[in-house]
């Protein structure tokens, strides 16, 4: 005879995991923004930016964006020893570049 499923824990369970992985995403959201440096910008300008990048189709800036992006996580991976100092001094050029290439030609 096959054991009978409790449906009702396992779906609380499930819901329960899914409060803690969208708590987690949205700390690391926060953490990018800060190890970036894109927590000196202003409110308005960061959520311009981020929409600015949602809304483009154009293909060849979101690679580019997207292998600058891949390149900030590799070299913090290889000083993630280091100081967070060095992390933010990397990261504060990218944010300046990021706008220019959204707003105006691909990188």
Do not use: H
């Amino acid at each position: 005879m096959r054991k009978v499923r409790d449906y009702d824990t396992e779906l609380k369970a499930l819901e329960s995991r899914a409060k803690v992985i969208k708590a987690r995403r949205i700390e690391q959201l926060g953490q990018l923004v800060t190890t970036t440096g894109a927590d000196e910008l202003d409110m308005e300008t960061l959520a311009g930016v981020l929409l600015d990048a949602v809304a483009s189709k154009d293909a060849e800036a979101k690679e580019a964006w997207r292998a600058k992006g891949a390149a900030f996580f590799q070299r913090r991976g290889r000083k993630g020893s280091r100081t967070a100092g060095c992390n933010s001094d990397g990261g504060n050029a990218q944010p300046g570049a990021d706008p220019a290439s959204g707003s105006g030609a691909p990188s």
